[in-house]
């Protein structure tokens, strides 16, 4: 007999177990169908009993391979700073061990889709079941908020831990659910997009959407315009240093991204926003002058030269190596607020862009505007704006993203007392972030019609992850859960008693959240 046991002795930075414990936490649901999960899941059903631990579990796979490994050391690096025990990764059928998690992709239940996924708890095992290792990751995310809040907090906390048996079966409503972070305007580093990736993973989203290109700054290097980044990559709004990602840096996004089974989608933003490829690349000005850097916050007033050759020649450059770093399927070319290109120069520029997107292998996402173009049916509209917009995407049969300003711009302030945000498209609180439905909001378009949600975050007013997260949380959850719950299954009233319990989660997460009046906070 072959030794089996793929035991991985864990570093498991020591130390910590000897010291302090965090006091136990009081978040226990005694029923299962009681537990305030984020997104709400399709079903959940209550059984008898608890599974009970105090320390290291056994976290077996039904088959070892590297992603299913990987799965299982997600769940073992979330667990060992709490429990203070090394847990021990175990094949199938060896070891019997009490308690233990298995963690298994099955074919036989493809009917849960690419993320859909059943947990069965029971005293002895706590059993998550995917038809894929994407399915495996969503379903450990209900695992965790499943555990005590204080196993956010990464430090040893006493046990013994429950969690009341039963079963939930989920899925998601639409397949893409999305946050988008503005590194443009204000640049954030590596660590800062590394956190927020966490923090939307742990609500079940699946796309990051950059913002890597606009007036203020260029965010990411192109090996073949190095300028771009050499001098429109310095500054940013209100005059500070910017930033950029060098390609091995932004790659390493992207792998973090993909192990939380996020996809990247990057965005430069044109032929408006440019001002930063304006300044930094002489050629794409109609004197061949480049334009000064520009730090102020004023949107419209720039735009690439849609009548000239080298346009695209420089844009196919970007669009070739944006497309190397992106394993996901799309590029996103802005197409918004382009107000100093005339309509007759902006609808043949996108469609020349969208040939150029098509042609590196990758389909092309644009905001409401570019409808205005004869759009490919693989493309995809991102309604911000006009609702007439996304209607007409929809009569050119292409699929819209629902990003509507007014409900779903984590930028706009709570209200008039919110310091930092903006409020032109009103005021977003926290119900009016969460009471709205992507399928009904514009009439004539419909679940088909809508490929998910997004919520974007423009940085003009945000310097830090600290204030990021303010206008972040507590409404990111809400988009989480429009994406993932049928509309049907979702009420402000409960959602916000829901909502309240995830207040212990935030603060163990460090997550510097608004504590909104509308939300009965635990
Ligand atoms: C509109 S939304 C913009 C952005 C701004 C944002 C501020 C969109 C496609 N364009 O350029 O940053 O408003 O809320």
């Known amino acids: 007999m072959g030794t089996k046991h793929l035991r991985f002795i864990l570093i498991l930075n020591g130390l910590l177990l000897v010291l302090t414990f965090a006091t136990a936490n009081p978040s226990f649901a005694a029923d299962l169908t009681k537990a305030a999960l984020i997104p709400k899941p399709v079903s959940v059903k209550s059984g008898a009993g608890n599974f009970e631990f105090n320390g290291g579990l056994d976290i077996r796979v039904n088959e070892v391979n590297p992603g299913m490994i990987s799965l299982a050391k997600y769940l073992d690096d979330f667990l060992t700073p709490a429990t203070g025990s090394n847990n021990v990764i175990l094949e199938p059928g060896v070891q019997k061990s009490e308690k233990y998690i298995q963690l298994e992709t099955d074919d036989a239940i493809s009917q849960l889709g690419k993320e859909g996924y059943e947990l069965t708890i029971s005293p002895g095992t706590i059993r998550l079941s995917a038809h894929t290792p994407e399915g495996v990751f969503r379903g450990l995310q209900t695992i965790r908020q499943l555990l005590p809040a204080s196993f956010e907090g990464k430090k040893p906390i006493k046990g013994p831990w429950k969690i009341p048996c039963g079963t ?21 580093g590596p660590d800062d997009v590394k956190r927020f990736i966490d923090l939307i993973a742990a609500y079940k989203m699946n796309v990051l959407h950059l913002h890597l290109a606009d007036d203020q700054g260029w965010r990411i290097e192109i090996k073949s315009w190095p300028s771009l980044t050499k ?19 932004y790659k390493e996004i992207v792998q973090y991204a993909a192990d939380r089974f996020i996809t990247i989608i990057p965005e430069i933003d044109m032929p408006g926003h440019t001002n930063a490829a304006l300044a ?9 002058q480049p334009t000064k850097l520009y730090t102020g916050t004023k949107v419209g007033f720039s735009t690439l030269q849609t009548n000239k050759e080298f346009t695209y020649k420089f844009l196919n450059d970007v669009i070739r190596e944006l497309s190397e770093l992106t394993p996901g399927p799309y590029i996103h070319v802005g197409g918004d607020e382009s107000h100093v290109t005339k309509n007759e120069d902006y609808i043949p520029f996108i469609e020349r862009v969208q040939e150029i997107v098509l042609a590196n292998g990758k ?7 570019t409808t205005l173009s004869a759009l490919k049916p693989s493309t995809v509209a991102q309604y911000w704006s006009k609702a007439e917009n996304a209607s007409r995407g929809v009569a050119k049969g292409v699929k819209i993203i629902m990003s509507p300003a007014a ?8 209200n008039p007392k919110t310091k930092l945000g903006l409020h032109w498209a009103g005021y977003v609180e926290v119900d009016t972030g969460y009471k709205w439905d992507p399928a009904t ?21 945000v310097t830090n992850i600290k204030q990021i997260e303010s206008l972040v949380f507590p409404r990111l959850p809400g988009y989480a859960e429009i994406g993932w719950t049928e509309a049907t299954n979702r009420k402000w009233e409960e959602y916000r008693v829901r ?16 504590p909104s009046a509308k939300v009965p906070w635990k």
């Open 441 to 461: 909001l514009v009439p004539g378009i419909t679940k088909e019609n809508i490929l998910g949600i997004e919520c974007p975050l423009w940085s003009e007013t």
């Open 231 to 249: 001098i429109g990559g310095t500054t940013q709004v209100g005059g500070g240093k910017g930033g950029f990602y060098t390609q091995e840096v």
């Open 168 to 188: 939930i079966l989920d899925y998601p409503e639409y397949t893409y659910r999305g946050a988008m972070l503005d590194v443009a305007r204000h640049f954030f």
């Open 363 to 369: 389909q092309m996402i644009g905001w409401d505007e």
């Open 280 to 288: 930094s690349v002489p050629e794409l000005n109609p004197d061949n």
């Open 499 to 514: 909502l309240g319990c995830h207040a212990e989660r935030f603060k163990a997460m460090d997550v510097n959240y608004y």
């Open 407 to 414: 409900k779903a711009y984590l930028d706009m302030k709570y």
